[in-house]
């Protein structure tokens, strides 16, 4: 497994070297339309990190896009990167903790210190993906003293997570110097490009709720208000934003054998190109505890407006870590690496 998540990530960096780090390649829409892949992606990012906040190492690893699996000229520029074999190198990863030591509600708050890596190849290029910021988690009186994490709590606890003022910035940076950042801030409120949207983005974070059989059996995680933006930035210091979206939304989840279980919708805002769209997420289960991915179910993204209103594409996960398929709008088949949990 921390194979895998390395080479994907060294990958994903020297790649990001080479090319850019852009929006995602299976396909774009056209000009003043979302990009294929897009909807569905960024809200199983945000779903995916809302459920594994308090541990995992993979959050560290992930690349910073949506991603085709490789083609011919993709295994070219594989055979040229700089980076080689992703274990021939030093790797280094801070964070993933919890503070103070968890101790139930009377501690709140609690400050999560997201994980960071840097890598040292053997040609002395480096690269790094760094969080600048911490998450704040505040338990509810319902909670427990014994389970920090949410999905074994206590009946009607309930865990909040909320980011600073300005939001948590994650940069990735590959050996060339360019740069991707991405930065997810939960005051939401008036991020959105549409005041009618309803329910209106509100700046309370992203909610979990344990049901009155408790985490072990089943909740409720709601995205009150989530602004999320991506930037690149080249070495030579040129920046462009290349998305930006406000998501609010309510999922029911349930603990099964096969893992959690998340069924619900998510209203996502492409603020930019100022489109809406519905994401149903359908079954998707949480089945690998390394992973912060899917391992199952789809989300089917249909457009609200503009010229694709109606149009529908599926994000469809598979049992490997990360590894799905997308049937875009026009209803092509792209194989897809999927690479931030936000």
């Known amino acids: 497994m921390q194979r895998t998540i390395r080479f994907w990530a060294a990958l994903t960096l020297g790649l990001c070297a080479q090319g850019g780090c852009g929006a995602n390649n299976s396909g ?28 995992g190492s993979a959050l560290g690893w992930n690349g910073p896009r949506l991603r085709a699996k490789q083609s ?77 994490f949410i999905g074994h709590q206590a009946a009607g606890c309930s865990l909040a997570r909320t980011t600073g003022p300005s939001g948590n910035t994650r940069t990735l940076t590959g050996p060339d110097g360019n740069s991707y950042s991405i930065t997810h801030d939960t005051n939401g409120a008036e991020s959105g490009y549409d005041p009618a949207v309803s ?62 279980v998340v069924n619900g919708t998510v209203t996502v805002e492409h603020n930019i190109v100022q489109r809406t769209a519905s994401a149903v997420f359908n079954g998707v289960t949480y089945g690998d505890a390394l992973c912060c991915f ?33 049937t875009t709008f026009s209803g092509k088949t792209v194989a897809l690496t999927l690479e931030h949990c936000i």
């Open 72 to 148: 011919g000229f993709d295994r070219a520029l594989e055979a040229l990167n700089p980076v080689g074999v992703a274990w021939a190198a030093t790797w280094t990863c801070t964070g993933g903790t919890l503070s103070p030591a968890f101790a139930g509600p009377a501690s709140d708050p609690y400050t999560y210190t997201p994980v960071s890596c840097s890598v040292t190849w053997r040609n002395g290029r480096t690269a790094s993906s760094v969080w600048d910021g911490t998450f704040t988690l505040v338990y509810g009186p319902s909670c427990d003293v014994q389970h920090p």
């Open 199 to 260: 329910p209106a983005p509100n700046n309370d974070g992203v909610v979990v709720t344990c049901s009155a059989s408790g985490c072990d059996a089943d909740g409720t995680l709601v995205i009150n208000g989530s602004h999320l933006t991506g930037a690149v930035t080249t070495a030579a210091g040129r920046t462009a934003t290349l998305w930006d979206h406000t998501l609010t939304g309510t999922f029911a989840l349930a603990a099964t054998s096969a893992g959690r």
């Open 294 to 326: 899917p391992t199952a179910g789809s989300v089917a993204t249909t457009m609200q407006n503009g010229r694709r209103a109606g149009m529908t594409e599926t994000l469809t996960f598979s049992s490997t870590c990360g590894e799905a398929t997308l």
């Open 28 to 55: 774009q829409g056209g000009v003043g339309e979302v990009a294929d892949g897009q909807g569905s992606e960024v809200a199983t990012s945000v779903v995916s990190g809302a459920l594994n906040n308090t541990g």
